[in-house]
């Protein structure tokens, strides 16, 4: 009897010890990847700000940009101020010289979803002459987008466009990937919060790509 009385009693301690032993661990793995998402960035980002230009008299000029795609709208069809910004800064680099060519890359996944025709019908309406832009259809993420514009479109040299926190997250793509590439930061967009939390968390991401998985489908066919 007494044995018996013994045993009830330890078991719920033991199951109480093993709770907060799973919770200690579950904190601890959360925290150690907060803690690795912000040092990915911390890293993208200070290794890419001396080619992130935000004055366009000080950037170079390249024959190309790349232009990274976005939905031109959001929820409720609310008008997208990341492909707003996105587009003004294509059209200005190009009325202001500093390339010649743009080449359109983002994702065209239905007959209703087509960012690079979305992309070309706002730089038609901003001014930018049709014969000056390429549309990439297959731009599916950042990753294809430069791999495709440096092994599809033959480009190793060209400008990125898109919003600062994007823009270091592509170079170091770009570089990675054997491209001499400088960025063109679009106008941020503060309020933009679900975006910058993505952008984030697709930090991590990039390193894992380039340096362990290369998941990009194309470098299979290359």
Known sequence: MKNTLEISIQE??????????VIKGLIAIIFLAIVGILLCNIWIVLTTA?????????????????????????????????????????????????VKFLILSGNHDSVFYNEPADMRNALLQLGVPANVMILDFAGFRTYDSIFRCKNVFS????????????????????????????????????SGYKTYIREYLACPKAILDVYFLETSKYSKDN
Request: hydrophobic share 40%; glycine share 4%.
């Open 12 to 21: 719920p301690i033991n199951i109480t010890r093993f709770v907060k032993r």
């Open 50 to 98: 001396n080619r992130n230009y935000y004055d366009i008299n000080s950037l170079p000029p390249n024959d190309f940009a790349l232009v990274l795609g976005t939905s031109k709208s959001v929820h409720r069809g609310k008008e997208n101020l990341f492909f707003k910004y996105r587009m003004e800064a294509a059209a200005r680099l190009f009325k202001e010289g500093k």
């Open 155 to 190: 480009q190793h040299r060209f400008t990125i466009v898109s919003q600062p926190t994007h823009n270091a997250r592509a170079l170091f793509l770009a570089e990675q990937l054997g491209v001499d590439a400088v960025a063109f930061a679009a106008q941020d967009v503060p």
